[in-house]
């Protein structure tokens, strides 16, 4: 989606919301809401959290739940590396930066602010409060620019409930005492409805709740995806948002991707199905919220599974190009991608045949095994191959089992408990030799490349000079 679609479709949306709401923006106004929100959204490194990530979010049933998910990706400090000028506006204010931290500033640097009290006690924090990153930062800056740019023309229940539905979409939050998210989320809105005494009665209360859980279980639903290659392709649009230097195709290094692997297997193996979707008072119904988990805990099967291959597979190509540096591009030991290589050429097309591949032994081994053979759903990002010939490759030697352990290996290795060459020594020599022998072949097909252009200045050298037409090494123009 380019940025004028992107600009358009949230006007769209805007317009519709608001006359739902029964308020009055004029079109410019509108347009430069509009503007605020998309800009950030379609920032260099945004794969993920895009302009229909917001659109999917906020469903089009619901004016609240609409507006709140259009604004509710509007900050992200760990994707942008900043904030967006626009959007700070309305931020500056209300924070400052203390040790490369962002912190609510303190009672007495405050102005007298409303708006800004009733969304600070939407998420529980107070003045002087140092934001967490991985604990509702974003998301409380998002629902403050949302409050703030449309506090003329919205009422005050109603920027509650925009607040209220950004706040559930902190995500992957246990229960506290037996306390979820969602009931905390319910307690505050009694305790702020009280406190600025609005016109708000339970009822309503508990629907906005509902409205917050439909947002945040839209704002995950890609781990019940019943098809576990969109759900690993919508994983991977995560890596280049919060690794870099994966967006620089062809330069990133074999440690850089081993890396986001890491973190993304890390976190992936952390997480428990039971804190990724929401639940209150019935909404969403008992059958759809098991159904959900159990499809979660499956992907997150699958994708430990999947992930765990490939460290174990990068763990040795990075143990036998240490000897080079640090810095060795992957594309140095793999080859270019596909639509890039000369010729075709890349590390597998040296791999040879295998008489007898591995049969997996359970369903989750042998949709992994197909997964990294035929690839996961096509992301967002152009950076990296849906499919993984060299974890296809080693698994049809060694299977499952000798991955899994070979993966534990790795992460020692990767922690500089073991050498490369410790780690490279108890990997199966078969296919150490095997890798050995392709890299070594790929880095000879680059030599005849080079060669052949040598040979070509050599002849062109060798004719009579006046076959060449004199230029200067150096001009002044």
């Known amino acids: 989606m380019d940025s004028k679609e992107a600009y358009l479709q949230c006007l769209e949306r805007l317009s519709w919301a608001i006359d739902r709401l029964q308020a009055k923006v004029e079109p410019s106004e509108l347009a430069r809401i509009a503007e605020l929100i998309v800009q950030p959204m379609i920032g260099p490194w945004r794969f993920f959290h895009t302009p229909q990530h917001i659109f999917d979010v906020g469903g089009n049933e619901d004016a609240i739940e609409v507006m709140a998910a259009l604004f509710h990706d509007i900050v992200y400090v760990q994707v ?11 931020i500056t204010p209300i924070t400052k930066e203390v040790n490369k931290q962002l912190q609510i500033r303190d009672r007495s640097e405050l102005s007298a602010d409303a708006t800004f009290e009733m969304v600070m006690l939407v998420f529980g924090f107070v003045p002087g409060e140092v934001l967490n990153p991985f604990s509702g930062q974003n998301e409380f800056l998002s629902a403050l620019v949302a409050a703030k740019a449309l506090e003329p023309f919205l009422k005050r229940e109603q920027l509650l409930q925009i607040a209220a539905c950004i706040e559930e979409t902190i995500p992957f939050r246990a229960a506290e005492s037996g306390i979820t998210a969602s009931q905390r989320l319910y307690d505050r809105l009694q305790a702020i409805t009280n406190l600025f005494d609005l016109s708000f009665t339970d009822e309503e209360m508990r ?47 074999v440690r850089d991707y081993r890396v986001a692997l890491q973190k993304m297997e890390g976190f992936l193996s952390y997480l428990k199905p039971d804190v990724i979707f929401r639940q209150f008072e019935g909404c969403p119904d008992d059958r759809t919220y098991q159904r959900w988990k159990t499809t979660a805990q499956y992907n997150l099967e699958i994708a430990k599974l999947y992930l765990g291959c490939k460290l174990a597979a990068i763990a ?31 590390l597998e097309s040296f791999f040879p045949e295998i008489e007898k591949p591995y049969e997996p032994k359970i369903g989750v081994e042998a949709e992994v095994l197909n997964l990294l053979e035929n690839g996961r759903a096509k992301s967002n990002s152009n950076t990296d191959l849906e499919n993984s010939p060299l974890a296809t490759f080693v698994v049809k030697i060694v299977g499952f089992d000798e991955m899994r352990y070979q993966c534990d290996r790795a992460k020692e290795f990767f922690r500089k408990n073991l050498d490369g060459d410790d780690f490279i020594s108890d990997f199966n020599p078969i296919v150490t030799e095997i890798v050995v022998d392709s890299i070594l072949k790929l880095f000879d097909s680059r030599k005849s490349t080079i060669y052949r252009y040598y040979n070509i200045t050599s002849e062109l050298k060798s004719k009579p000079q006046t076959n060449f037409r004199a230029r200067p090494f150096l001009s002044n123009g």
């Open 80 to 90: 942008d590396r900043s904030i967006n000028f626009n959007v700070s506006y309305y």
């Open 207 to 253: 629907e906005t709740v509902k409205k917050a859980v439909r947002i945040a279980n839209r704002d995950v639903i890609s781990f019940a995806y019943q098809s576990s290659a969109h759900f690993l392709a919508n994983t991977w649009n995560l890596l280049p948002e919060t690794n870099h230097n994966l967006t620089c195709c062809g330069f990133y290094t």
């Open 316 to 346: 040795l190509l990075e143990a036998l190009s240490s000897g080079l540096g640090i810095d060795v591009s992957l594309a140095m030991m793999m080859g270019e991608l596909p639509d890039r290589a000369a010729k075709g050429l890349r």
